[in-house]
């Protein structure tokens, strides 16, 4: 990006960089962002400036690829949920939470295995996260970063129901957690507006309660 004294920003975090410092680098607009990486840099830099933003960070700019727009939010999902996965490590251990569980009625099985089975809630966490990236990175269902099939975008609604249970388990298990991260985040809340809004979830299985969240599905189908 060239400023109008002609010089340019490096729109990178150089080694060494102090955490409070990291991505800070004047805003661009989407249609000056010159790159395949240009919706994954919008998103992020919605974020940056207000992450409870949920209306401005999920309105997709004019002329976006839907497909691509919605991928681009799941991955950034996913690496915002490694944070919360984290913090779940200091509380969330196997020996207390033996099955990945979200109310009495919720028990699931990981998917990480060749026939799925019950794990203790941190390993299904990560494998959940893990499996999220290996998907989302396969240059056989994403092999580009500008235009995706529709046949491979029809595979998010299933990642963002296991990716969903991270929330739940950390709601129902260990709310202090997910009190503290979704203050900072508000992760939660856009991925529940988010997958309402495009429909890639039914209404029934978000049950964590989020009162800004009015629930009414767009009309995009996943």
Known sequence: MKMADGSTILRRN?????????????????????STLAVQQYIQQMIKKD?????????MPDGQDEGVWKYEHLRQFCMELNGLA??????????????????????????????????????????????????LNSNKYFPSRVSIKESSVA??????RRVYRIFSHAYFHHRR????FEEETSLCLRFTNFVTKYTLMSKENLIVP?????LTPGESEA
Request: charged content about 25%; overall charge negative; proline content about 7%.
């Open 177 to 180: 957690i997910f009190n503290e």
């Open 14 to 34: 150089r080694p060494g960089t102090k955490a409070k410092d990291f991505s800070n680098w004047p805003d661009e607009v989407f249609e000056e962002m010159d």
């Open 51 to 59: 992450p409870s933003n949920v209306d401005q960070i999920l309105t």
């Open 155 to 160: 595979k998010l609604g299933s990642v963002c």
């Open 86 to 135: 984290v913090r779940l490590q200091t509380q969330c251990f196997p020996a207390t939470c033996t099955q990945m569980t979200a109310t009495e009625q919720w028990i699931f099985l990981c998917a990480a295995h060749k026939t799925p089975k019950e794990c203790p809630a941190i390993d299904y966490t990560r494998h959940t996260l893990d499996g999220a990236a290996c998907l």
């Open 210 to 214: 989020i009162p800004e969240c009015e």
